[in-house]
């Protein structure tokens, strides 16, 4: 049966336990290593990931790619504008095609359906690059930056401020999986999806829903923003104005317990939902949370080809 990685309950508690410790073992072996050189053990060595990119992309488009070499095997990037996805044909034909000439398929997009239809069609892996309902492989990276930081996942306090978006959906995600805790912390009308609280409520986890910053960030142990205003949206000056009261400072970080770890997933908007202070402090995580998504997608992908 062909693995998807769609999200994280596609692959489930244990199975996302293995892929950080995998992530761990092969990013540990590789230090001191020039970037480009392969692992020891080439595991998708001939193999190729076909990468469709909908939506703008730094982190998600490089570290596929590198993932992708370090593992021995080769990318092919396509743009939707430049491919004829962009200029009409089916998402079922797409599908069709590309599993004929790769092994798997990364989609960075925005309907969540339409990756759900890529994956009904396809005869390979599709992996969720991003939608605007859910990104696990970026929670993958988070997972695997605090257990590096030393954060045992089961129990772990979390708290969420700003904008209920598709990170946070995969953050309440894995608390089920993973039996941690998330208070999330957002202006009236900026509530996440309540399906993914219902869920990780259901298999044991906690997430509450707080209009108060404070009341959030108090002795949680990781405390995780993102962007106000994501991809494609307008930077509308009635949601800044709402989301003014849970930007990320010092005197929020204070708050925390001791030994807390700042979290964002990337590009920052410096001065809106993060201060300088913050994710430049000692408490920030975000280069390693940054280049941890090489690390975290290469056992995703290990994973996806019946290896974990």
Same mark, same amino acid.
């Given at each position: 049966?062909?693995?998807?990685?769609?999200?994280?309950?596609?692959?489930?508690?244990?199975?996302?336990?293995?892929?950080?410790?995998?992530?761990?073992?092969?990013?540990?072996?590789? /230090?001191?290593?020039?970037?480009?050189?392969?692992?020891?053990?080439?595991?998708?060595?001939? %193999? &190729?990931?076909?990468?469709?990119?909908?939506?703008?992309? =730094?982190? =998600?488009?490089?570290?596929?790619?590198?993932?992708?070499?370090?593992?021995?095997?080769?990318? &092919?990037?396509?743009?939707?504008? /430049?491919?004829?996805?962009?200029?009409?044909? =089916? &998402?079922?034909?797409?599908?069709?095609?590309?599993?004929?000439?790769?092994?798997? &398929?990364?989609?960075? =997009?925005?309907?969540?359906?339409?990756?759900?239809?890529?994956?009904?069609?396809? /005869?390979?892996?599709?992996?969720?690059?991003?939608?605007?309902?859910?990104?696990?492989? !970026?929670?993958?990276?988070?997972?695997?930056?605090?257990?590096? %930081?030393?954060?045992?996942?089961?129990?772990?306090?979390?708290?969420?401020?700003?904008?209920?978006?598709?990170?946070?959906?995969?953050?309440?995600?894995?608390?089920?999986?993973?039996?941690?805790?998330?208070?999330?912390?957002?202006?009236?009308?900026?509530?996440?999806?309540?399906?993914?609280?219902?869920?990780?409520?259901?298999?044991?986890? %906690?997430? /509450?829903?707080?209009?108060?910053?404070?009341?959030?960030?108090?002795?949680?142990?990781?405390?995780?923003?993102?962007?106000?205003?994501?991809?494609? !949206?307008?930077?509308?000056?009635?949601?800044?104005?709402?989301?003014?009261?849970? !930007?990320?400072?010092?005197?929020?970080?204070?708050?925390?317990?001791?030994?807390?770890?700042?979290?964002?997933?990337?590009?920052?908007?410096?001065?809106?939902?993060?201060?300088?202070?913050?994710?430049?402090?000692?408490?920030?995580?975000?280069?390693?949370?940054?280049?941890?998504?090489?690390?975290?997608?290469?056992?995703?992908?290990?994973?996806?080809?019946? !290896?974990?």
């Amino acid at each position: 049966m062909t693995r998807h990685f769609l999200d994280l309950s596609d692959a489930g508690g244990d199975a996302v336990a293995a892929m950080l410790a995998d992530a761990l073992d092969r990013k540990g072996a590789r /230090t001191g290593w020039p970037k480009g050189k392969v692992d020891a053990d080439a595991p998708l060595g001939g %193999r &190729i990931l076909g990468m469709i990119f909908e939506k703008a992309s =730094t982190r =998600t488009r490089v570290s596929f790619d590198v993932a992708m070499r370090q593992l021995g095997g080769s990318a &092919i990037v396509m743009d939707a504008g /430049t491919t004829q996805l962009g200029r009409g044909e =089916t &998402i079922a034909d797409t599908a069709r095609v590309l599993s004929r000439m790769v092994d798997a &398929i990364m989609i960075r =997009t925005g309907d969540h359906a339409k990756i759900e239809e890529l994956a009904h069609y396809a /005869t390979v892996p599709v992996i969720n690059g991003l939608t605007d309902a859910s990104h696990p492989c !970026q929670i993958m990276a988070d997972l695997l930056t605090l257990i590096e %930081r030393g954060h045992a996942l089961p129990g772990l306090e979390v708290a969420w401020l700003g904008d209920g978006n598709n990170v946070l959906h995969s953050i309440i995600e894995a608390a089920g999986l993973m039996k941690f805790n998330v208070r999330i912390a957002v202006p009236q009308g900026y509530e996440p999806d309540p399906r993914w609280a219902e869920a990780a409520n259901a298999s044991g986890a %906690r997430v /509450t829903l707080t209009r108060d910053a404070a009341e959030a960030a108090s002795g949680a142990n990781v405390v995780v923003t993102d962007t106000w205003v994501s991809m494609g !949206q307008d930077h509308a000056d009635d949601k800044l104005a709402a989301m003014a009261p849970y !930007q990320v400072d010092p005197a929020l970080m204070a708050r925390a317990a001791a030994g807390a770890t700042f979290l964002h997933c990337l590009p920052a908007h410096r001065g809106e939902e993060v201060t300088d202070a913050v994710i430049d402090g000692p408490q920030s995580a975000v280069w390693d949370e940054a280049e941890n998504r090489i690390h975290a997608q290469k056992s995703v992908l290990r994973w996806c080809f019946g !290896q974990l």
